[in-house]
């Protein structure tokens, strides 16, 4: 079955950039999108299509997706953006996320 | 705007079964793929089951193939799960999402139930 693998844990200083990264087998041959959760709450949509924005989502989240990685990208990272991040893709009519990154603003 | 809420979690012995509802509003339920997505305690999240918005397609995750089925009813806007033998690693809590973009993309999610199988 596909699998994709996300590093477990992320710290940023705020203000900084926080990088997170999602690969899998040929991911770049689809789409990724990309969830937060914050403890207690529902995932919210932040990324879709590799690299769009759903509506009410800041500019500094941004996206890409290319070979075996994708990454979600926070610019000028701020202390609301603590949260849980998954990536998540589909293949063959199966949805697959990732594991998870607990990011840290510090 | 979209309102995704679910019901009928609870607790039941191992070997159970449970039938989760979702009642939509907000958007034209039809036209829209929707799915059940899971999140065990302290854990991440599993897609569980997704069916189009037609009601005609559906597809499962290998660990609930065969004991789940999920259904739509169009009239009541309402998705369902129905779990049957089910098992401890089935605890979690269970949320329905809207599918857009070609229906895997899960813009809009319920705040979930929670499903506890003691064993």
């Known amino acids: 079955s596909y699998e994709l693998t996300q590093t477990p844990s992320v710290s940023v200083s705020p203000g900084q950039t926080a990088s997170i990264t999602c690969s899998g087998d040929?991911?770049?041959?689809?789409?990724v999108c990309w969830y937060q959760q914050k403890p207690g709450q529902s995932p919210v949509l932040v990324i879709y299509?590799?690299?769009k924005r759903p509506s009410g989502i800041p500019e500094r989240f941004s996206g890409s997706n290319s070979g075996n990685t994708a990454t979600l990208t926070i610019s000028g990272t701020q202390a609301m953006d603590e949260a849980d991040y998954y990536c998540?893709?589909?293949?063959?009519?199966?949805?697959?996320f990732g594991g998870g990154t607990k990011l840290t603003v510090l | 705007e979209v309102r995704l809420l679910e019901f009928g979690g609870g607790l039941v012995q191992s070997g159970g079964s449970l039938r989760l509802s979702c009642a939509a509003s907000?958007?034209?339920?039809?036209?829209?793929?929707m799915s059940w997505v899971r999140q065990a305690p302290g854990k991440g999240l599993e897609w569980v089951s997704s069916?189009?918005?037609?009601?005609?397609?559906?597809y499962y995750a290998d660990s609930v193939k065969g004991r789940f089925t999920i259904s739509r009813d169009s009239s009541k806007n309402t998705l369902y799960l129905q779990m049957n033998s089910l098992r401890a690693a089935d605890t979690a809590v269970y949320h329905c999402?809207?599918?857009?973009?070609?229906?895997?993309?899960?813009?809009?999610w319920g705040q979930g139930t929670l499903v506890t199988v003691s064993s």
């Open positions: 999402a809207k599918g857009d973009y070609g229906g895997y993309v899960f813009d809009s």
């Open positions: 907000g958007f034209t339920f039809s036209n829209y793929a």
């Open positions: 069916i189009s918005g037609s009601g005609t397609s559906t």
């Open positions: 040929k991911l770049g041959d689809g789409y």
């Open positions: 299509q590799d690299n």
């Open positions: 998540q893709a589909w293949d063959s009519s199966t949805v697959v």
